[in-house]
């Protein structure tokens, strides 16, 4: 399984040496937010802009804003390796369309609430599903293990229909919940807090790894 730490809860003051401090990640988690999509806001794509200057691990980044469309040009020319957009956000088969036509992989993502047949659609355009296990908008929250759910029903899916689609998720992730995820069939996962407050943070990506 691979670890993508979500840069949320990173000290921006002090940001290049945050990045050093994850060199074993295998993507950068941008969790970028608009306050209107979730309640919070984080980063655009200019405080971002210097972070391929930085560092060559991937950028994975997560749009929670209601109009993604808008903004995909900015989020290829920051360097984004993936650009995942929510299905409860304002046009999001134009916004993968317009992530595929810049030559960036593709996700989709969905809100704990949101069922997953919403993303039927979608799978056979995408390259990545994103399974929130949190309420987007902050770091630091619990695991949601029911939506353990809709990653086993994303494996099966795929073997099935043949989609290509990693599967990655979201939200309290941490040595335990680590396990249940890997074993649920997950490919990628993302971890804020668990890597950041962690003292040896290299040591904690293999750990949950
Ligand atoms: C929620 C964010 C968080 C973050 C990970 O919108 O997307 O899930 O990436 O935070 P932790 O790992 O602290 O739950
Ligand atoms: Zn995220």
């Not at 989020?75 to 993968?96: N, Q």
């Not at 069922?115 to 039927?120: F, G, N, P, S």
């Not at 939200?171 to 003292?199: P, Q, R």
Request: glycine share 6%.
């Amino acid at each position: 399984m691979k670890i993508a730490p979500s840069i949320l809860t990173a000290d921006f003051n002090r940001l290049e040496q945050e990045i050093k401090s994850i060199s074993k990640s295998d993507y950068l988690h941008l969790d970028v937010m608009d306050g209107h999509f979730v309640p919070n806001i984080s980063f655009g794509p200019h405080v971002l802009s210097g972070l391929n200057k930085i560092t060559n691990i991937p950028l994975d980044t997560h749009l929670m804003i209601e109009d993604p469309k808008a903004y995909i040009d900015q989020f290829v020319r920051i360097g984004s390796s993936i650009i995942t957009v929510h299905v409860e956000a304002k046009t999001p088969l134009e916004a993968i369309c317009r992530i595929k036509a810049s030559g960036v992989k593709a996700g989709i993502s969905l809100k704990p609430k949101t069922k997953i047949e919403a993303l039927y659609p979608f799978l056979d355009q995408v390259d990545l599903v994103l399974v929130m296990s949190v309420e987007p908008g902050f770091g630091g929250q619990s695991f949601m293990t029911d939506q353990l759910e809709k990653v086993k029903a994303l494996v099966e899916l795929r073997a099935q229909y043949h989609y290509q689609y990693v599967i990655e998720i979201d939200g309290g992730i941490n040595l335990e919940t680590a396990k249940l995820a890997k074993a649920a069939g997950v490919d990628i996962a993302v971890a804020g807090s668990y890597v950041f407050n962690a003292k040896d943070r290299n040591q904690a990506i293999k750990d949950i790894r």
